[in-house]
């Protein structure tokens, strides 16, 4: 059953919350974050989830978004944690878009943002570069099996990337 909702997976950082702000500006969608969810559910930020509850509590909050997502969820874009994809029901809440981009091309986009330091320190993960290329290398193979539709946003152009999302849907 598809709701019609967008759901946006990618790497951490890969521009899905940036890609769902645009889309709701050239469409009729109103945007959610999986991860404001969670911090709202919780109170405090991931970084500080991550840090004093670990990455299997984490988890397990994203596993009760999803469940609440699929229940009251219709007409959305929702951008996701990098580790959202995994959830058993993301189908059921609806088509699964895939914002695929090489590591680096991620990793520089996020050192030329203008508030870099900020975008790394609220990612836990991307503390360690190298443990996180290890993750993303693991992940690509599993975003590319969930995802109903796939775009390259290497050469990151929010608005194409949309139109891309748009016409595909």
């Not at 059953?1 to 940036?18: A, E």
């Not at 109170?43 to 991550?50: A, G, H, P």
């Not at 951008?79 to 994809?85: I, N, R, V």
Request: hydrophobic share 40%; net charge positive.
């Amino acid at each position: 059953m598809n709701k019609k909702n967008i759901i946006l997976i990618g790497f951490m950082g890969v521009g899905k919350g940036t890609i769902a702000r645009e889309m709701v500006a050239q469409s009729d969608y109103f945007a959610i974050d999986t991860d404001d969810i969670i911090e709202s559910l919780e109170n405090t930020k991931i970084k500080k989830i991550f840090a004093k509850l670990g990455e299997p509590y984490f988890r397990d909050l994203e596993k009760k978004c999803a469940l609440w997502c699929e229940k009251n969820i219709q007409g959305t874009i929702i951008s996701t944690g990098g580790g959202f994809y995994r959830q058993e029901n993301i189908h059921k809440i609806g088509t699964v878009v895939y914002l695929k981009a090489s590591f680096e091309s991620i990793i520089q986009r996020l050192k030329n943002a203008p508030n870099s330091k900020s975008k790394f320190k609220k990612r836990p993960l991307l503390q360690d570069l190298e443990e996180a290329k290890k993750i993303y290398n693991q992940r690509v193979k599993e975003y590319e099996d969930v995802a109903d539709i796939v775009i390259d946003v290497d050469d990151f152009d929010e608005q194409k990337a949309v139109q891309n999302i748009l016409k595909a849907i």
